[in-house]
């Protein structure tokens, strides 16, 4: 009996052995079928191409007898002269669009493959019927919303296209060229990049640039979805709805370790303002809630600190999908410091009018915060719109606008961008049609120059595009607009007449703010983001 399951035992130990060694029937056919199809897939096309060039040919000779086959050799010489000397942006895409579609050609191939050989459940909702994709292989360096835009990459800059269009986002490269694009189901607003978890090396840092790395979308107040996607590719990682009884206010931001996710929120029954906190680690699930101590929240941002988060309470109360503003003669707008732990409150000061909504924010480095203001009264109300404050400040502290026109702005500002190497602030406003930039020395105004439809704004300098911050030629701000503009600005020459020159600009304006545009083919929305190396 010993003897006999000894035997049985080796038996069974030979076979599994064999059978580890020896490659399943079904890779062999697997492997076996891809050599078949590509053999059959490269004579089928050299035998087209030849029964094609002979069809051609034959009639060709009924026409021109002088037809030699070589002239076919000749044409294609001369076509591949012209691709050389073609420009080397137009060649680039054209490479980058072919690897592209070689990659996708090739993980559709084997996924198809291991959706045979697996059978897995798939849990992660499908979002292909919601989203498309389309994307070429190149750095990406800002981030933004579009409000209309053309479905097929090679239709973005098609001045003749004017058909298909949508809301979607778009990565663009430091050449302010569109990246990628996705479709979105609905208009978004504000687009907030993961932080960059390890910064010690700066090496890895540059070539992780897009690397492991979200970029949350939040739909146009009042939204009940967010949306995870991918920095580098832009596709789209999941979707996030909003729990019962809320709905977002289309603004975000991430801890500076990039693990956790705070986005504004509306308790839709009590109408009281609530900051959400989602688990960057584990799909986004939402972990706890805040009261942000306010009505409306808009923008919020992560103080420099670390620990604080900085709340702009617009002081607007907003139903469940409806942007209509319910308590405009009654709103009591703030700026709200809270502890991003727990939700204490730290601080928060309240404006000179009740009207004006606390929207933007922007941080400099030492902590100071740069706020932007929507003013919901009167349009002949003159009221500061560019504020600023320090913690422990009692009030704010208003920029210093010539002759103190405020309504240039026309009661609005939409985005507000800080370069604090260089002590810069940038706002734009829509309505104004205008982007205008500051001097924090001295916190006058620079100059603003004209921008139809401007609303994002973001920083150009070193932390973009793996450059370093002494590249001053870099330095400045990004400006997008409704018109398909990207609009670079940069400040030519600070000096200490800034303020009067920004009273008469119209006698050196290009001594002052220099800029240069790229025009595509779609209506950027809202905000800009930059993705910081």
Same mark, same amino acid.
């Given at each position: 009996?010993?003897?006999?399951?000894?035997?049985?035992?080796?038996?069974?130990?030979?076979?599994?052995?064999?059978?580890?060694?020896?490659?399943?029937?079904?890779?062999?056919?697997?492997?076996?079928?891809?050599?078949?199809?590509?053999?059959?897939?490269?004579?089928?096309?050299?035998?087209?191409?030849?029964?094609?060039?002979?069809?051609?040919?034959?009639?060709?000779?009924?026409?021109?007898?002088?037809?030699?086959?070589?002239?076919?050799?000749?044409?294609?010489?001369?076509?591949?002269?012209?691709?050389?000397?073609?420009?080397?942006?137009?060649?680039?895409?054209?490479?980058?669009?072919?690897?592209?579609?070689?990659?996708?050609?090739?993980?559709?191939?084997?996924?198809?493959?291991?959706?045979?050989?697996?059978?897995?459940?798939?849990?992660?909702?499908?979002?292909?019927?919601?989203?498309?994709?389309?994307?070429?292989?190149?750095?990406?360096?800002?981030?933004?919303?579009?409000?209309?835009?053309?479905?097929?990459?090679?239709?973005?800059?098609?001045?003749?296209?004017?058909?298909?269009? #949508?809301?979607?986002?778009?990565?663009?490269?430091?050449?302010?060229?569109?990246?990628?694009?996705?479709?979105?189901?609905?208009?978004?607003?504000?687009?907030?990049?993961?932080?960059?978890?390890?910064?010690?090396?700066?090496?890895?840092?540059?070539?992780?640039?897009?690397?492991?790395?979200?970029?949350?979308?939040?739909?146009?107040?009042?939204?009940?979805?967010?949306?995870?996607?991918?920095?580098?590719?832009?596709?789209?990682?999941?979707?996030?709805?909003?729990?019962?009884?809320?709905?977002?206010?289309?603004?975000?931001?991430?801890?500076?370790?990039?693990?956790?996710?705070?986005?504004?929120?509306?308790?839709?029954?009590?109408?009281?303002?609530?900051?959400?906190?989602?688990?960057?680690?584990?799909?986004?699930?939402?972990?706890?809630?805040?009261?942000?101590?306010?009505?409306?929240?808009?923008?919020?941002?992560?103080?420099?600190?670390?620990?604080?988060?900085?709340?702009?309470?617009?002081?607007?109360?907003?139903?469940?999908?409806?942007?209509?503003?319910?308590?405009?003669?009654?709103?009591?707008?703030?700026?709200?410091?809270?502890?991003?732990?727990?939700?204490?409150?730290?601080?928060?000061?309240?404006?000179?009018?009740?009207?004006?909504?606390?929207?933007?924010?922007?941080?400099?480095?030492? #902590?100071?915060?740069?706020?932007?203001?929507?003013?919901?009264?009167?349009?002949?109300?003159?009221?500061?719109?560019?504020?600023?404050?320090?913690?422990?400040?009692?009030?704010?502290?208003?920029?210093?606008?010539?002759?103190?026109?405020?309504?240039?702005?026309?009661?609005?500002?939409?985005?507000?961008?800080?370069?604090?190497?260089?002590?810069?602030?940038?706002?734009?406003?829509?309505?104004?049609?205008?982007?205008?930039?500051?001097?924090?020395?001295?916190?006058?105004?620079?100059?603003?120059?004209?921008?139809?439809?401007?609303?994002?704004?973001?920083?150009?300098?070193?932390?973009?595009?793996?450059?370093?911050?002494?590249?001053?030629?870099?330095?400045?701000?990004?400006?997008?607009?409704?018109?398909?503009?990207?609009?670079?600005?940069?400040?030519?020459?600070?000096?200490?007449?800034?303020?009067?020159?920004?009273?008469?600009?119209?006698?050196?304006?290009?001594?002052?703010?220099?800029?240069?545009?790229?025009?595509?083919?779609?209506?950027?929305?809202?905000?800009?983001?930059?993705?910081?190396?």
């Amino acid at each position: 009996m010993q003897t006999s399951e000894a035997h049985t035992a080796a038996i069974a130990k030979s076979h599994s052995a064999s059978s580890k060694a020896t490659p399943r029937p079904a890779d062999k056919r697997s492997n076996h079928e891809q050599l078949v199809t590509s053999a059959l897939t490269t004579l089928g096309s050299v035998l087209g191409t030849v029964a094609l060039v002979g069809i051609h040919h034959h009639y060709r000779k009924q026409h021109q007898p002088e037809a030699k086959l070589q002239d076919y050799v000749s044409g294609v010489r001369s076509q591949l002269h012209t691709l050389q000397a073609s420009s080397k942006p137009q060649l680039t895409r054209f490479r980058y669009a072919y690897q592209q579609a070689t990659a996708a050609w090739q993980r559709a191939y084997h996924d198809d493959i291991d959706d045979k050989n697996h059978d897995t459940k798939n849990t992660v909702t499908d979002l292909t019927a919601m989203h498309s994709t389309v994307m070429l292989a190149r750095p990406v360096c800002w981030v933004s919303g579009v409000a209309s835009m053309p479905k097929n990459l090679s239709l973005i800059n098609d001045d003749n296209n004017h058909d298909e269009n #949508g809301f979607g986002v778009v990565g663009i490269d430091a050449d302010r060229q569109i990246v990628w694009q996705t479709t979105m189901p609905e208009r978004v607003h504000d687009i907030v990049v993961q932080p960059i978890l390890n910064r010690q090396n700066n090496q890895n840092r540059s070539n992780t640039h897009n690397r492991q790395r979200d970029v949350v979308v939040l739909g146009r107040r009042p939204s009940e979805s967010f949306w995870v996607l991918d920095t580098a590719t832009g596709q789209v990682k999941l979707a996030i709805k909003a729990a019962d009884n809320r709905h977002f206010y289309g603004h975000a931001c991430y801890s500076l370790d990039g693990s956790k996710l705070y986005v504004t929120e509306n308790d839709t029954i009590s109408l009281a303002g609530k900051i959400g906190i989602y688990d960057a680690h584990d799909n986004y699930s939402k972990v706890a809630e805040f009261d942000s101590h306010g009505i409306g929240p808009h923008e919020l941002i992560m103080h420099s600190d670390g620990e604080t988060l900085v709340i702009a309470n617009g002081g607007i109360k907003t139903e469940q999908a409806s942007r209509e503003e319910l308590n405009l003669d009654t709103m009591r707008p703030s700026l709200t410091y809270l502890s991003r732990h727990d939700g204490t409150l730290l601080e928060q000061i309240i404006p000179e009018h009740n009207q004006m909504s606390v929207r933007h924010l922007a941080i400099h480095e030492d #902590g100071t915060v740069m706020i932007g203001i929507q003013f919901q009264g009167e349009k002949h109300i003159n009221v500061p719109l560019v504020l600023t404050h320090h913690r422990g400040d009692p009030d704010f502290k208003p920029l210093v606008m010539p002759n103190n026109q405020w309504q240039c702005f026309h009661q609005y500002i939409a985005s507000v961008a800080v370069d604090s190497e260089r002590n810069l602030l940038c706002v734009t406003t829509p309505i104004g049609g205008c982007a205008a930039i500051y001097d924090l020395n001295t916190r006058m105004l620079i100059d603003a120059v004209r921008l139809p439809d401007c609303a994002g704004a973001s920083l150009v300098a070193g932390q973009v595009s793996g450059q370093t911050k002494s590249n001053h030629g870099a330095s400045g701000f990004i400006v997008s607009d409704g018109h398909g503009k990207l609009t670079r600005l940069r400040v030519n020459t600070l000096s200490v007449e800034t303020s009067d020159v920004a009273e008469s600009n119209s006698k050196h304006p290009a001594d002052i703010i220099v800029q240069d545009s790229q025009i595509h083919n779609m209506s950027f929305d809202n905000h800009l983001q930059a993705v910081l190396a």
